[in-house]
Nanobody, 123 residues
Framework: QVQLVESGGGLVLAGGSLRVSCAAS????????MGWFRQAPGKEREFVAA????????IYEDSVKGRFTISRDNAKNTVYLQMNSLKPEDTAVYHC????????????????WGQGTQVTVSS
Protein backbone atom coordinates (compact mmCIF):
# COMPACT_ATOMS: atom_id res chain seq x y z
CA GLN A 1 0.00 0.00 0.00
CA VAL A 2 1.04 3.55 -0.71
CA GLN A 3 -0.58 6.50 0.99
CA LEU A 4 -0.51 9.84 -0.82
CA VAL A 5 -1.32 13.22 0.70
CA GLU A 6 -1.42 16.39 -1.39
CA SER A 7 -0.89 19.89 -0.07
CA GLY A 8 -0.22 23.40 -1.29
CA GLY A 9 -3.39 24.21 -3.15
CA GLY A 10 -5.12 27.53 -2.82
CA LEU A 11 -6.47 30.62 -4.52
CA VAL A 12 -4.23 32.53 -6.92
CA LEU A 13 -4.70 35.29 -9.46
CA ALA A 14 -4.35 34.53 -13.16
CA GLY A 15 -0.71 34.76 -14.17
CA GLY A 16 0.44 33.72 -10.73
CA SER A 17 2.29 30.65 -9.50
CA LEU A 18 1.61 27.84 -7.09
CA ARG A 19 3.44 24.67 -6.08
CA VAL A 20 1.53 21.62 -4.96
CA SER A 21 3.20 18.73 -3.19
CA CYS A 22 2.39 15.08 -2.66
CA ALA A 23 3.93 13.20 0.25
CA ALA A 24 4.04 9.42 0.01
CA SER A 25 4.32 6.77 2.67
CA UNK A 26 4.22 3.00 2.67
CA UNK A 27 6.09 1.07 -0.01
CA UNK A 28 9.37 2.46 -1.37
CA UNK A 29 8.55 5.69 -3.14
CA UNK A 30 11.29 5.22 -5.73
CA UNK A 31 9.55 2.07 -6.97
CA UNK A 32 6.73 4.09 -8.51
CA UNK A 33 6.25 6.38 -11.41
CA MET A 34 4.22 9.36 -10.25
CA GLY A 35 1.57 11.41 -11.95
CA TRP A 36 -0.58 14.47 -11.45
CA PHE A 37 -4.18 14.55 -12.64
CA ARG A 38 -6.86 17.17 -12.25
CA GLN A 39 -10.63 17.27 -12.26
CA ALA A 40 -12.75 20.36 -12.68
CA PRO A 41 -16.44 20.43 -11.71
CA GLY A 42 -18.57 18.68 -14.30
CA LYS A 43 -15.53 17.49 -16.26
CA GLU A 44 -13.65 14.25 -16.67
CA ARG A 45 -10.42 13.70 -14.78
CA GLU A 46 -7.52 14.62 -17.03
CA PHE A 47 -3.83 13.89 -17.09
CA VAL A 48 -1.48 16.76 -16.26
CA ALA A 49 2.06 15.42 -15.90
CA ALA A 50 4.04 12.33 -14.96
CA UNK A 51 7.58 11.53 -13.88
CA UNK A 52 9.57 8.32 -13.91
CA UNK A 53 10.91 6.55 -10.83
CA UNK A 54 14.31 8.24 -10.97
CA UNK A 55 12.94 11.57 -12.18
CA UNK A 56 14.90 11.33 -15.40
CA UNK A 57 11.86 11.29 -17.68
CA UNK A 58 8.75 13.45 -17.68
CA ILE A 59 5.66 13.90 -19.85
CA TYR A 60 3.10 16.71 -19.90
CA GLU A 61 -0.35 17.39 -21.21
CA ASP A 62 -0.10 19.85 -24.09
CA SER A 63 -1.95 22.73 -22.41
CA VAL A 64 0.50 22.84 -19.48
CA LYS A 65 3.77 22.39 -21.38
CA GLY A 66 6.13 25.27 -20.69
CA ARG A 67 4.06 26.40 -17.68
CA PHE A 68 4.08 23.40 -15.31
CA THR A 69 7.05 21.40 -14.05
CA ILE A 70 6.85 18.05 -12.31
CA SER A 71 9.72 16.96 -10.08
CA ARG A 72 10.38 14.51 -7.29
CA ASP A 73 12.66 14.12 -4.31
CA ASN A 74 13.00 10.43 -3.55
CA ALA A 75 14.88 11.16 -0.31
CA LYS A 76 11.80 13.06 0.92
CA ASN A 77 9.24 10.72 -0.66
CA THR A 78 7.63 13.71 -2.30
CA VAL A 79 6.55 14.71 -5.79
CA TYR A 80 5.91 18.32 -6.74
CA LEU A 81 4.04 20.22 -9.41
CA GLN A 82 5.26 23.76 -9.96
CA MET A 83 2.58 25.73 -11.79
CA ASN A 84 3.43 29.06 -13.39
CA SER A 85 1.44 31.45 -15.58
CA LEU A 86 -1.75 30.00 -14.17
CA LYS A 87 -5.01 30.46 -16.07
CA PRO A 88 -8.63 30.28 -14.86
CA GLU A 89 -9.01 27.06 -16.86
CA ASP A 90 -6.40 25.44 -14.61
CA THR A 91 -8.92 25.57 -11.76
CA ALA A 92 -9.51 22.02 -10.54
CA VAL A 93 -8.83 19.53 -7.79
CA TYR A 94 -5.31 18.21 -8.34
CA HIS A 95 -4.58 14.60 -7.46
CA CYS A 96 -1.28 12.79 -7.35
CA UNK A 97 -1.10 9.10 -8.15
CA UNK A 98 1.42 6.26 -8.14
CA UNK A 99 1.97 3.65 -10.84
CA UNK A 100 4.25 0.60 -10.93
CA UNK A 101 4.92 1.45 -14.58
CA UNK A 102 7.81 3.55 -15.84
CA UNK A 103 5.53 6.35 -17.03
CA UNK A 104 1.89 6.59 -17.97
CA UNK A 105 -0.71 9.19 -18.80
CA UNK A 106 -3.56 6.71 -18.39
CA UNK A 107 -5.47 6.92 -15.08
CA UNK A 108 -6.09 3.17 -15.16
CA UNK A 109 -2.33 2.57 -14.89
CA UNK A 110 -2.24 4.17 -11.44
CA UNK A 111 -2.88 2.01 -8.40
CA UNK A 112 -2.82 4.63 -5.63
CA TRP A 113 -4.41 8.05 -5.45
CA GLY A 114 -4.40 10.96 -3.06
CA GLN A 115 -7.50 12.84 -1.93
CA GLY A 116 -6.58 15.93 -3.90
CA THR A 117 -5.93 19.60 -3.28
CA GLN A 118 -8.05 22.43 -4.67
CA VAL A 119 -6.41 24.96 -6.97
CA THR A 120 -8.51 27.98 -7.89
CA VAL A 121 -7.31 30.58 -10.37
CA SER A 122 -9.28 33.80 -10.48
CA SER A 123 -9.29 36.18 -13.44
Amino acid sequence: QVQLVESGGGLVLAGGSLRVSCAASGRPFSSYGMGWFRQAPGKEREFVAAISRSGGSTIYEDSVKGRFTISRDNAKNTVYLQMNSLKPEDTAVYHCAATPLFLSLQPDAYDYWGQGTQVTVSS
